[in-house]
C-alpha cells in the first residue's frame, strides 16, 4: 500500500475518481484531507448503566442526538460526524486520524474506528473523547481530523451495516 500525497489527491478528486462533498482544495495537505466537524452529535443519555455488548447492542439505545455547537466535559464521550461526504473506489482506503492541535487541547477523535473501508460513500463517525481536565466546545465546521488515503493492491467494497450512515 502507498499513501496518496496531495497532488495525487488533487487529481483524482478532479476526476471524480475520488468524492469529497463538500471539497475544499485548501483542506488538502502533503499526505492528507482535512475533514470538518458537522453539527450532528449522538451523547449517551443513560449513564452508569449496565450494557451486555454483542453484535446486536444499539448505541441509538443509549444516546440522544444533538445539534449545533457542543461542550464536552472531561471525560465524556460523544459520537460526532464529518461534514464531508467521502466516496472512495474499491482500490482506495483510508485512515482517519486527530489533527495533534486538537490533541494537545485533550481531543481524541476516534476509539477504535481508524479504518476506512474500500469502496465506501458516507460520511465519517468521530469517537471523540476529551481526555483534558478543562471542558472543551466544539463547533461544526472546525477542521477537527485528516484522512490519510492509500491505494490497495487489489480491491474490494463494503457494504456492511454503516455503509450508508
Known sequence: MAVLARDEILGRVKQGIIKVEPFNSNNVGPGSIDLTLGNEFRVYSKKGKKVEVN??????????????KITIRPGEFVI?????????????????SGRSR?????????????????????RQVLEIKNISPNKL???????????SLLEMKGKAKYSGKFSNQ
Open 55 to 68: 453484535e446486536n447492542t444499539e448505541y441509538r439505545d443509549y444516546t440522544v442526538q444533538k445539534k449545533g
Open 80 to 96: 460526532g460526524i464529518t461534514n464531508e461526504k467521502i466516496t472512495l473506489p474499491e482500490n482506495v482506503c483510508g485512515l482517519l
Open 102 to 122: 486538537f490533541a494537545r487541547l485533550g481531543i481524541l477523535v476516534h476509539a477504535t474506528a481508524s479504518f476506512i473501508q474500500p469502496g465506501i460513500s458516507n
Open 137 to 147: 466546545v466544539l463547533k461544526p465546521g472546525i477542521r477537527i481530523c485528516q484522512l
